[in-house]
């Protein structure tokens, strides 16, 4: 059995906090290459390394069966007509799926088969759970005006591969039409 | 990918309804055996057979990585002095473990290692998250007056064992005494 201590964690949904879990910082730097509109993200980066994302991450053990479960909240904001949003990943074990629970905020996930190039754009509000099935990039999207908070929970062993990501990219982005998320394949 | 449709559910963390998912319930009757105050346990039946607890399950797909998650909860009352419960269960597949979420009211986790017979009672309450470790008998207890209602999320191949727990028990059982929860071996 693992230390009490570790059986229990609190979070806070309005901050993403979780209680003695370790912070990760995603700012606008580390960023490069996903916002489609070069010179907005080069004027923004030049105005500063603004903080879009950062993570909470809860990791009790590391069996075949274990879970770990993270908060993530990105900030409202765009470049150019680019909602704030996620690098996105694929799980290094390739079977892992995902759920995601909305905690705070509104937003979009962005779900894209391996396999098939399929993608699938799925709302993520408070109440609601989203999966996301192995073989599945997922980027998370902040279309509100507050920060966007979720909940992920994964198998222990899935792992967090950007690389497959980095290099293909997604098939679809959502920008700001008029003041509302609009879907565009590129 | 799955069916757009089922890669969202909603879920009503007041009842612990999730929209379109199929609903299992257990009454007073659906639990014998598992109250310590059997004479107490023969009068409740005998005035009726009260509705305890209901789930709710999403399933979307039962791959080695796949997960599952599922909404309980229990009502408010007691048998004699011990208050309402689940069953309990381990999961088949052992490895396997399980994350709860509370929504609404309060309440504990049983957890008893299935090994050692060393055990925890872990608060269960909004906004915290208790981890079931693998080969861990786990049990929810309603402690509060209202109805107690969680999230939790597990492997698909978990699977669920509560022959195990009907014939060892749990070594730790928790009564109302003056008004607040209290842990007792028996």
Redesign the interface.
């Known amino acids: 059995?693992?230390n009490?201590a570790?059986?229990?964690?609190?979070?806070?949904?309005e901050t993403g906090v979780i209680d003695g879990a370790l912070r990760s910082e995603r700012c606008l730097s580390d960023l490069r290459g996903i916002f489609h509109d070069a010179d907005a993200y080069a004027a923004a980066l030049a105005d500063g390394d603004p903080l879009v994302y950062y993570t909470y991450a809860?990791e009790?053990?590391d069996?075949?069966?274990?879970?770990y479960?993270a908060i993530g909240t990105i900030l409202p904001g765009r470049i150019g007509d680019e909602y704030y949003m996620t690098k996105g990943h694929l799980?290094t074990?390739?079977?892992?799926?995902?759920?995601y629970?909305g905690l705070r905020g509104s937003g979009l996930m962005l779900?894209e088969?391996e396999a098939?190039g399929?993608s699938?754009l799925?709302?993520l509000e408070p109440?609601?759970?989203?999966?996301?099935?192995?073989s599945?990039a997922h980027r998370t999207i902040n279309t509100g005006d507050e920060p966007l908070t979720y909940?992920g929970?994964?198998?222990?062993r899935?792992g967090h591969d950007y690389a497959a990501i980095a290099e293909r990219g997604f098939s679809t982005i959502v920008t700001c039409v008029d003041g509302r998320p609009v879907a565009r394949r590129v």
């Open positions: 059995m693992l009490p570790d059986l229990l964690t609190s979070f806070d949904p809860v009790p053990a069996g075949p069966g274990d879970l479960y799980h074990w390739r079977p892992a799926a995902e759920f629970i779900l088969d098939t399929e699938h799925v709302p109440n609601g759970a989203v999966y996301v099935p192995g599945t909940l929970i994964y198998p222990a899935a």
